[in-house]
């Protein structure tokens, strides 16, 4: 058997009373103090072996960057290991959804998006010092606070540790039961739609009323059009909201609209259209707000280089890594977006991210873990 695959494996129980400290530290994005803790508890299980430094995150928790120590002399170029540290569930969540092992899965709020990752991240880079292998790269790993809100506060942290990096490791989970890691992450945007209207008295005045209802009705037709599944473009008008009273030609109208696209140059026309959005009764106004959060993760040579790579080393371990494209965004948008190769989902094997059955495969903590040293060692 590989030797750091068997290393790992003696040290299961470990891995998972890391994981099980970590999804008991809370850590939901809107709460700093509670992502503090957390980012607190990474830093004293790497201080022993990594440099530390955390950075402001304004509203949000503090950012983590860690320098690893490992083994090998000279370092020439970076590898950058990309998380979170903040958490989609709200404090006091672990009191309906504890963590606990059933069923051979890990289970509880934040185990798979992506506390598990930075546990086998951690234990990856114990492995290499512990069985002395060598890695030439200087290797840091980034924690975000605020990355399931948008990443507004770490974004220009990323892009600069990015920049200078020769590959970005994603450590989000990977897709679907058997892990498949992505290649691929379609670009996100938020928008925002306001229809101004003309209210008027629905018995008395109803011709001097302009309906932002109505006007709204008809756009959401227009905006639903501009999907496109054969590009994989999406256009969901998600919320809309809009009048006050039945007796009322509604006045304003409004809608929140999320779009996903694979090609940054599909994100730029899908903008313009939305920008350039008429009026059908021309006495309402539109007004069009938001924009692009983040940039597609294209499917690039150096993308598809490091995934073979892994797969390559995956096939040592016995295991058949395959690739997947999602519509969920990462941090990896933004480091690919730069050019720089970047393979994302290297976190846990599971399900349920954002949702109450999240939960990770415990029999794939050793093999996820060993990759990530291998690929240490290899970039
Ligand atoms: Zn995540």
């Keep these: 058997m590989d030797p750091i695959l068997s290393h790992l494996r003696a040290r299961q129980s470990e891995i998972v009373a ?14 700093a103090a509670a992502v503090n803790r957390f980012v607190g508890l990474v830093s004293d299980t790497v201080a022993p072996f990594a440099s530390v430094k955390t950075f402001p995150g304004g509203r949000f928790g503090q950012h983590l960057v860690c320098e690893m120590a490992l083994p090998g002399s000279k370092k020439n170029g970076r590898v950058l290991a990309l998380g979170h540290s903040d958490t989609v569930w709200p404090m006091g969540t672990l009191r309906s959804m504890p963590f606990r092992e ?7 709020p934040g185990v798979l998006d992506m506390k598990s990752g ?22 840091l790993l980034q924690l975000n606070s605020d990355e399931e809100v948008g990443s507004e506060s770490s974004r220009a942290l990323t892009e600069k540790n990015a920049g200078r990096s020769k590959a970005v490791l994603v450590l989000e989970p ?36 302009a309906s932002a209802v ?91 280089h490091l995934f073979q790579m892994a797969q390559k080393l995956g096939r040592e371990l016995g295991v058949q890594l395959e690739e997947s494209l999602t519509g969920g965004g990462s941090d990896g948008n933004f480091t690919a977006a730069l050019g720089v190769p970047t393979l994302d989902g290297l976190g846990a094997v599971g399900e349920g991210a954002h949702a109450v059955n999240e939960s990770i495969l415990a029999d794939r903590i050793a093999d996820r873990t060993t990759l990530i040293a291998k690929l240490l060692a290899a970039v």
């Design 18 to 31: 890391l994981i099980r400290a970590m999804v008991e530290c809370e850590s939901p994005s809107d709460d």
């Design 102 to 108: 059933a069923e051979g899965r890990l289970w509880g």
């Design 118 to 139: 930075i546990a086998f991240f951690i234990f990856a880079v114990r492995a290499l010092r512990e069985l002395e292998i060598p890695v030439a790269k200087q290797v």
């Design 174 to 209: 990977g897709t679907g039961l058997t892990g498949k890691l992505k290649t691929a992450r379609k670009a996100v945007g938020r928008y925002g739609l306001v229809v101004h209207g003309k209210a008027s008295h629905s018995g008395v005045d109803f011709e001097a009323g």
């Design 214 to 304: 109505i006007e709204m009705a008809r756009q959401i037709g227009v905006i639903a059009g501009l999907t496109n599944m054969k590009r994989g473009t999406t256009v969901n008008v998600g919320v809309i909201s809009g009048g006050t009273r039945s007796n009322v030609v509604a006045a304003e109208a409004r809608a929140e609209i999320d779009v996903r696209v694979l090609r940054q140059k599909d994100a730029v026309a899908l903008e313009k259209k939305l920008r350039k959005l008429r009026t059908i009764d021309r006495r309402c106004k539109l007004e069009v707000t938001g924009g692009l959060n983040r940039p597609p993760m294209e499917r690039s040579p150096g993308i598809v």
